[in-house]
């Protein structure tokens, strides 16, 4: 059967535009020592632009374009996280009393550092993996936020993580499939490819606007890391050799 990434249906507008911010709970106090948190959140999704923009560089630069599967894996990706981006940045509005304009301007001035990724971001197989990896630990970052965000007051906050959570979740599960459809003869490489991915994610200092690998933050640790790592590696191996063994 043709690679076809799924997306689940889910309306932003319906559940974030009736929420007022006199139904957020925290003081303005709270809200200035929540603001890194909520902001790291926000940014980390809408960085989703920087990648896709850097990923079309260099494959324009490389005249080495992804294939038709990615490209389609991409597509379904890019429109979640834009959704993702809105609901959260008007959920940072909301607390933190900006303008639209105010956070607009500050969100426009960000620029991703790609270096030490190039070696992923340049072949399709690892960065497959990477997403996989990837969008795991937003799963579970994301599903260890919802008692956070539903305590700031509005319904809709905690909902919001939870479309989130679910989203990412399908993301996953579509690079594993894409993987399997794309690289059945690779489950020997996945190891390697993910002994890295972690090594990386491990030794980053600083986030630097790359969407992946944004996990230097106290919502995740080493241990997690390597857990994670591990359950996805061992997930898209199980699917690559499903995919030899039906070939």
């Known amino acids: 059967m043709p690679y076809l990434p799924r997306r689940r249906d889910w309306d932003l507008s319906s559940l974030m535009d009736p929420v007022l911010a006199s139904e957020v709970r925290c003081s303005r106090e709270q809200a200035r020592a929540f603001e890194p948190r909520l902001w790291m959140d926000l940014v980390a999704e809408y960085d989703a632009r920087l990648l896709e923009a850097e990923l079309a560089r260099r494959a324009s630069e490389l005249d080495q374009p992804f294939s038709e599967e990615f490209g389609l894996f991409l597509k379904a990706w890019s429109l979640d996280e834009a959704k993702h981006a809105d609901g959260l940045a008007r959920l940072y509005r909301l607390v933190m009393g900006v303008t639209q304009e105010e956070l607009d301007d500050r969100l426009r001035q960000r620029t991703g550092n790609f270096r030490g990724f190039d070696e992923l971001l340049d072949d399709e197989f690892q960065l497959s993996v990477l997403f996989a990896y990837d969008e795991a630990m937003s799963t579970r970052g994301y599903g260890d936020d919802i008692p ?18 679910n989203d990412e979740a399908v993301h996953y599960a579509n690079a594993v499939e894409l993987l399997g459809t794309r690289f059945p003869d690779r489950a020997g490489d996945v190891p390697e490819v993910m002994a890295k991915i972690i090594e990386l994610d491990v030794a980053q200092e600083s986030y630097e606007a790359t969407f992946v690998l944004d996990h230097v933050s106290a919502e995740f640790t080493v241990d997690q890391m390597r857990q994670v790592g591990a359950s996805v590696g061992a997930a898209i191996v199980r699917r690559l050799g499903a995919s030899a063994a039906s070939a």
Do not use: I
């Open 148 to 165: 956070f965000y539903a305590s700031l007051g509005p319904p809709a906050f905690g909902k919001l993580l939870r479309h989130l959570k």
